[in-house]
């Protein structure tokens, strides 16, 4: 099954005892304020969505290795695919943006959201780990050159092989 995967920005704000217009403002805010109309997602299969959600994550700065929420957004409102230049080939093909009019329609989409706890799904930081750890271990040339331009992330990315091995061996 398609989805339409928004990265949760916060790992609380779906779930908060907040108003919706709070959630809003904290999870579509436009860089230059205000709610952003534009927010972006990713156009993928379900069995996709650690691969997108784990490079979309890398790439932030500073780099962000917790759990986040997996927003389910497919159907709810129009997107259009948005191609976007970064690390990861698979994320620049499939990302998109989403369509919405005005603060009426991200409230409406908020509210759909949080009264349906299927489309909100916690994504633990060990699955992050693990696909980081194993694109590491099979050699993926995309996988390589990302940890020699970043070296925040080369050093975290060694602690968690060594954390893997271990948990292996014991």
């Known amino acids: 099954m398609r989805v339409a995967l928004r990265v949760g920005k916060y790992k609380s704000s779906w779930d908060a005892d907040v108003s919706d217009s709070e959630v809003a403002r ?3 805010a436009a860089r ?3 709610l952003d109309l534009r927010p972006s997602v990713y156009s ?5 969505v650690v691969r997108a959600l784990t490079e979309h994550l890398v790439q932030l700065r500073p780099p962000v290795a917790q759990g986040r929420d997996e927003l389910l957004l497919n159907g709810l409102a129009p997107y259009v695919l948005s191609r976007r230049e970064g690390s990861f080939a ?3 093909e499939r ?3 989403l369509h919405l009019a005005d603060e009426a329609d991200v409230l409406r989409l908020v509210g759909l959201v949080r009264a349906d706890r299927e489309r909100r799904r916690r994504r633990e930081r060990s699955a992050i ?10 050699g993926d040339p995309e996988w390589q050159a ?3 331009s970043r070296a925040d992330w080369a050093e975290q990315a060694a602690k968690w092989a060594r954390d893997l091995d271990t948990q292996r061996d014991a």
């Open 95 to 97: 990302h998109a943006e």
């Open 146 to 148: 990302f940890m020699r």
């Open 90 to 92: 698979f994320t620049n």
């Open 44 to 48: 993928v299969e379900q069995a996709e």
């Open 32 to 34: 230059a304020g205000g």
């Open 129 to 138: 780990v693990r696909y980081v750890c194993d694109r590491l271990a099979c």
């Open 26 to 28: 904290l999870e579509f």
